[in-house]
Structure formats: C-alpha cells, structure tokens
C-alpha cells in the first residue's frame, strides 16, 4: 500500500511512502526507487492520496509542456482548435482556432517563470489572458495589476483534454502584500470555435474584503489600425490618457492609431472586432461591470522593455473588469466573471 505526496519545494514530483515507513521517489524507468534519506525533507510534504499500490507515472504539477520557455498545458478539441495555459498566473497565452489563426498575442520579449528560473514572486507575462487580481492597474494600494499573474498557481482535479481549472489559495507571502485569507480560481475550457475563460474569489477570512479584477486579454490583429470594436456607441468611458475624464463614446466603432486606454462603464454584454471591416471575433462577458480596452500606442510601446516597438500594431487588448465600483465579498461569499471569445459563424 503506496501513499502519495506532493513534494511542495522546487522541483516539484511525487514521492510515496510503503506500508513500512519506507520513502520512495519515482525511478527513471517510471517505477519506484527507495530512497530512505528522502526523509529529511518530510516538512515539505504535503499528503495527496492513498494510491493502493497504483503508480500515477506522472509529475506532480502537471506542467509538463513549454512555450516560448513558459511552463505550462496544452488544451486540445475535435476541431484540432488549442490552447496554452502557464503554470504562473493561469494564464492562456496561446489560442489557436479551426483555421489555424492565432488568437492571441504573445510578446517575443515576455519576462515570466521558466523551467530555469522558478522565482516568485515572477516578471509578469506579456501575453494572452493575464489575470489581475485583487487590485486592476495601480487603483489601490498594492503591486499594479494585482500578485496572482506573478505566482504559480495549482492544478484541480477534474482536468480533460479540452478543459483545466487551476486554483490559487492565500499563504505568507500574498498576505504580507494584501492581508486577506482568499480562494481564487480560474476555468479554461476549449468549445468548437469558442474559448471560455472564468475567474471565481472566494473570501475565506472572517471579515468582508472588496477588489477590483480583469482579464486583460490581449487579442492578436494583424494590423490595429485596420481593426474597430463594434458595441460601443453611446457608453460612457474613462479615458486614462486624460486624467479619467468621462467621455461619451459617440461614434459605431472604437479604433486605434494612437495610445488608448479607456474604461467602459455598463458596456453592452457582446462586442464584435473587425480586421479590415471583416467580423473577427465575438467578445462577451458575464459577471464583469466594465470593459477596458486598451494599446500602449508606438511611443509607450518603445519605452515598454517586455515589449517590441512594433508590439502595438498586432494586438488589442479588449478586457472583461471590475473597475470603477470594487466588488465586496463578505466572510464566504464568493463571485465569479467570465469572458467568451467566438469565431463569428459565417
């Protein structure tokens, strides 16, 4: 009789432990060596299952795959459409859909957590869906954008081939930046030309707790000034680029030739983006108060070091938030946002 754990230091795997006391790590022909000194480390063990002798023949975190030198999973669907999740942040950097195109950007000059270089908190990830939480941008008091894009996060059970939940729980080193007990999760889940991303918080202290959160997404154009977002005549805005002035967004169509960065408040849930007047892509949200959307422009882009100068002309970020009222949670109440990404049916 086998029990498991999980190794909780760097490098992650599994170890077991036999009906005899005897500590067992995985051998290189995926079988069990004894390793009795392994017992030193017991502290930092943590229990996962009584395995009745069965060998997983797996690595504990899961995080197998690579891209661009980021750990992380693959998702994969019957359409051969897939998808890129990173062991930091949860964070999808990579969709690909039925006609091969790629659907999100990913900067060539991104900082983040590699197989070589396991530090925590990380340089923030450039690319696809980062998730920002408890803080959106510097509108409080902590690090911008939130810790959680900067630190790994874990595996829940219930994983398939096109769809992954990863969870990320409080301890030392994220109270000592924000001193609340939380439970955070994000669901990915590859449909037929179709990406759902979700973020749920739950508040597991005694007192109530307020954020602000976003899925910043960045979607990949060819060229942003031939791209416009539809759905948003007639809503008022924070423009960040004057000083949060509100402004009333008068014309059919965002675009984009400058630096814009601009809160929508009480937006239309279904946005449409056009490259070159032609439908790209559907963009829904459900849960979120807001929508941002925002590109450095070429002068910040230059100044930006994870980010190449010409960066800005192929990406649009067009995100699902919680901006301008925080969300309040009280002692175990939870919330929960989504963002939908779809191939506009022809």
Same mark, same amino acid.
């Given at each position: ?46 229990? @996962? ?14 995080? #197998?795959? #690579? ?27 990579? &969709? ?18 590699? /197989? ?36 790994? &996060? ?7 081939? /096109? ?41 597991? =202290?005694?007192?109530? &707790? ?17 791209? =416009? ?16 002035? @509100? ?18 408040? =009480? ?12 439908? =790209? ?10 929508? @941002?959307? &925002? ?6 882009? /230059? ?32 919330? #929960? ?5 779809? @191939?506009?049916?022809?």
């Amino acid at each position: 009789m086998l029990t498991l754990y999980e190794y909780t230091q760097q490098p992650r795997f599994w170890v077991a432990r036999d009906e005899h006391g005897y500590w067992l790590v995985p051998a290189r022909d995926n079988g069990w060596q004894e390793r009795s000194p392994f017992v030193g480390h017991v502290t930092a063990l943590r229990e @996962v299952a009584d395995l009745g002798g069965i060998d997983l023949g797996i690595p504990a975190d899961g995080f #197998t795959e #690579t891209l661009q030198q980021l750990p992380g999973l693959s998702l994969s669907n019957e359409l051969g459409e897939q998808a890129f999740v990173t062991a930091q942040g949860a964070q999808v950097v990579s &969709w690909k859909t039925a006609d091969g195109k790629e659907r999100m950007y990913l900067s060539a000059a991104t900082g983040g957590m590699t /197989a070589s270089d396991m530090s925590v908190p990380a340089a923030a990830i450039r690319a696809g869906i980062p998730v920002c939480f408890p803080q959106f941008s510097d509108r409080g008091t902590i690090v911008k954008h939130g810790f959680v894009r900067n630190m790994p &996060w874990t595996l829940a059970e219930g994983r398939t081939p /096109a769809a992954v939940t990863m969870f990320i729980d409080d301890d030392a080193m994220t109270r000592a930046i924000w001193p609340h007990a939380f439970h955070a999760e994000v669901g990915v889940t590859l449909e037929p030309g179709r990406l759902i991303v979700s973020l749920s918080a739950l508040n597991r =202290s005694d007192q109530p &707790w307020q954020f602000t959160a976003a899925l910043h997404t960045y979607l990949r154009v060819d060229d942003v000034r031939q791209a =416009s977002l539809e759905g948003l005549q007639q809503v008022r805005y924070q423009d960040a680029t004057a000083a949060n002035v @509100v402004v009333l967004q008068e014309d059919p169509a965002v675009r984009i030739g400058a630096e814009l960065d601009r809160v929508y408040m =009480s937006p239309p849930k279904k946005l449409m983006l056009l490259e070159n007047g032609v439908p =790209s892509l559907q963009i829904e949200q459900e849960g979120f108060a807001d929508t @941002v959307v &925002w590109n450095p422009g070429p002068l910040k882009a /230059a100044a930006l070091s994870d980010f190449p100068d010409e960066g800005w002309l192929h990406m649009l970020c067009v995100e699902a938030a919680c901006v301008i009222e925080p969300v309040v949670l009280q002692p175990g109440q939870g919330w #929960t946002g989504r963002q939908l990404l779809s @191939v506009p049916v022809a």
